[in-house]
Nanobody, 120 residues
Framework: QVQLVESGGGLVKPGGTLRLSCAAS????????VGWFRQAPGKEREGLSC????????YYSGSVKGRVTLSRDNAKNMVYLQMNSLEPEDTAVYYC?????????????WGKGTLVTVSS
């Protein structure tokens, strides 16, 4: 059974940093496209970053480019999203997702999300 579990969310002040983690079981993340998404209250889900497989490129959306970094630890079967210079507009539930094919909006496997709140 495939499981993705996000962690690392919480309350942070504007300008702060967080590192989100995505732990996988039942699949090897290095073999998959893995992405980070978020959904803020009342808004559509937004793709933030994605790495498209073992040797693939890493993509970033314009809204977070320069402020986030996606990384992968193959030995631990985990993916991370380092987020810097957080703004109140970054408040959302953050999800990791994986798909054997490619990065896209409807990836096959999803975690349950971790809440990030940016507030003073």
């Amino acid at each position: 059974q495939v499981q993705l579990v996000e962690s690392g969310g919480g309350l942070v002040k504007p300008g702060g940093t967080l590192r989100l983690s995505c732990a996988a079981s039942g699949l090897t993340l290095n073999e998959y496209a893995v992405g980070w998404f978020r959904q803020a209250p009342g808004k559509e889900r937004e793709g933030l970053s994605c790495i498209s497989g073992p040797e693939g490129s890493t993509y970033y959306s314009g809204s977070v480019k320069g402020r986030v970094t996606l990384s992968r630890d193959n030995a631990k079967n985990m993916v991370y999203l380092q987020m810097n210079s957080l703004e109140p507009e970054d408040t959302a539930v953050y999800y990791c997702a994986a798909d054997i094919t490619s990065c896209h909006r409807e990836m096959k496997y999803w975690g349950k999300g971790t809440l990030v709140t940016v507030s003073s």
